[in-house]
C-alpha cells in the first residue's frame, strides 16, 4: 500500500473514531438530560411500572405520594408515560400556557374524544343549541317540574318505606327525566315503567365497564386479546343504548319527513336540522344518536352524584344544614318555591354547592388529556403521547390553597371571589381551557335548585343507628366519584 493510500485510511480511521466517540458522549449527555428533565416519581416495577402505586383510588394515592414527589409527578402506568398535576399552580401553568398541546384525549367521551374538526363542530354545536345561558334560561320550568315531580315521588315513597329513602334512584331519575326533556322535549323514564329502567340499566351498566380499570389502556398489545371483556361489554350496552335513542331519533325524522312541526325546537331538532355549512364534518344519523347519548351520560351522573355528597355534608354537619334552610325561610319564605331567579340571592345555598364540589369533585382526574407535542413544562420534558392527569380531587385538598382543606366549611366561600368557572385554579371541579365542561352553567342551577328544595321541602333526618358523626363518606371510583354507601335519610315534610 502506497504512503498516501495509508496516511488516507489512518486519517478516514481517526475521524470515524472521533465521530462516534462525540456521538456516544452527546447521546449518553442527551439521555441523562432527558433522564433528569422529567419531573420526579416514584420508580416503577419492569413492565406494570407504576399501577400498584395507584391501585384502585388513583386520585387518593397520587395525592399521597405529593409529600414526597412534589406537585408535579411522573409515572409510568404500564407502557404510559403519565403525568400528573396536583398544586394550582402547575394546572394554571397548564392551562395557561399549554393548553393547546394538552389538549388531545387517548379515551374517554365519544361525541367529543380526539382534538380534531369533528370535536370542533359537536362541541360549538352542543354549547350553543343546548347549553349556553340563553337556551338554559328558556327551560327553567322545565327543570323546577322534574324537581317537583321527584319530590312528589319522596313523599309518597317515605310513607310506603317507613320513613327512609334512598337518594341514588330518586335523583337518578330525576337528572335522566331532566335532560331528556331538555334535548328530546319529553320523559325518558316514567317512574314505574320497564323501558325506562332498561335505558337506565344499561346506562349504569356501560358507565361500570367504561370506568373499569383497563389493562389495555396500559398494554396496547393486549387490545385484541381484551383479557377484561372490557371493550367486549362496553360496546355491548353501547350499542344498546344507541339503538335506544336511534329509536327516537327515526321516529323524529319521520315526523319530519311527514311535515310535523315540533313547536318547541330542541335539541335533536338542531342536530337533525344541522346542515354542516362552512364545517369540515357531516353529521350521520349514528352521530346524532351518539351525541344525544353523550349528553345523558356526561351530565345525569354528575350532577346526580354532586347532589348526593352535598346532602351528605349537610346530614354531617347539621349546623350547617339548619344554615342552609334559615337562609331559604328568610330569603323565599313559607309561602312559595324557590326559583332559579332566587339562586343570586342565596349566598349560603352558592357556598355549600362549591363547598361540596370542592370536596367531591364528581371527576376527581378531571378526563385524562393526551400530549400533542414534545413539550417543555415548568423546566420539565414531557415527550408526545404523555397521558395528563389533573388531579383537582388533591388540588381542592391543597393546604397551600386551603385553610383546614378537610373541613366541610361553607362560609369559607362567603365574600370570596372563588368561582368554578376554571379561571381559580385552586377550584376546578368542571376543568379548565379548551376541554372544560360544556354543561358547567347546566349543572351548577340543577345542583343549587334541587339542594335547595331538598332542604326547603323537608326536614331531614339521619337513620337511626346513624349519627352525624358516624355517616359513611367513603368514595367508589368509577368514571365519577361515587359514594361507596348509597346515603338514605328520612325527610320529615316541612309545613308551608
Ligand atoms: C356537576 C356536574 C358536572 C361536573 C362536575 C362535570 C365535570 C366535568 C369535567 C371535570 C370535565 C372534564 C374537563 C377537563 O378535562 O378539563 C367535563 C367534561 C365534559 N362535560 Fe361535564 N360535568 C358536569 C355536568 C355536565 C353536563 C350537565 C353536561 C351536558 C349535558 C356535561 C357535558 C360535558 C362534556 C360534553 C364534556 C367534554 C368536553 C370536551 O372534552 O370538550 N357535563 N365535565
Sequence with gaps: ???????????????????????????????????????????????????????????????????KYGPVLWLKLGMSNTLVIQSAKAAEELFKKHDLTFSDRRVGSIAVGRYSDYWRMARKLCSSELLSQKKISVSAPTRLNCIDIMLQWIKEDAVINGGEIQFHKYLTLMTFNLLSNHVISRDIMDYRSEKGTEFVEAMTKFSEWNGTPNLVDTFPFLKRVDPQGIRRNTEKYLSKLINMVSVVVKERIREKLSGKVNEARDFLDALLEHDGKGEKEELSERNISIIVLEMFMAGSENISNTIQWGMSELLQNPNSLQKLQDELDQVIGNSRKIEEGDLNNLP?????????????????????????????????????????????????????????????????????????????????????????????????????????????????????????????????M????????????IPMERKF
Design 348 to 476: 349560603y345555598l352558592q357556598a355549600v354547592v362549591k363547598e361540596t364540589m370542592r370536596l367531591h369533585p364528581s371527576i376527581p382526574l378531571l378526563l385524562p388529556r393526551n400530549t400533542m407535542d414534545d413539550t417543555k413544562y415548568m423546566g420539565y420534558f414531557i415527550p408526545k403521547n404523555t397521558m395528563v392527569l389533573v388531579n383537582a380531587w388533591a388540588i381542592h385538598r391543597d393546604p397551600a390553597s386551603w385553610d383546614d382543606p378537610l373541613s366541610f366549611d361553607p362560609e369559607r366561600f362567603i365574600n370570596s371571589k372563588i368561582d368554578t368557572k376554571g379561571q381559580h385554579f385552586e377550584l376546578i371541579p368542571f376543568g379548565s381551557g379548551r376541554r372544560s365542561c360544556i354543561g358547567m352553567y347546566l349543572a351548577e342551577k340543577m345542583v343549587s335548585l334541587t339542594i335547595a328544595r331538598l332542604v326547603q321541602t323537608f326536614d331531614w333526618k339521619l337513620p337511626v343507628n346513624v349519627s352525624p358523626e358516624n355517616v359513611d363518606m367513603r368514595e367508589k
Design 1 to 67: 500500500m502506497a504512503l498516501t493510500e495509508y496516511s488516507i485510511l489512518w486519517y478516514l480511521f481517526i475521524s470515524f473514531s472521533l465521530a462516534l466517540l462525540l456521538w456516544l458522549i452527546i447521546s449518553r449527555k442527551n439521555a441523562s438530560n432527558y433522564k433528569l428533565l422529567r419531573p420526579p416519581g416514584p420508580s416503577g416495577w419492569p413492565l406494570i411500572g407504576n399501577i400498584l402505586d395507584v391501585g384502585m383510588m388513583p386520585h387518593q394515592n397520587m395525592h399521597k405520594l405529593q409529600s
Design 478 to 489: 368509577g368514571i365519577a366519584l361515587h359514594r361507596l354507601v348509597p346515603l338514605t335519610a
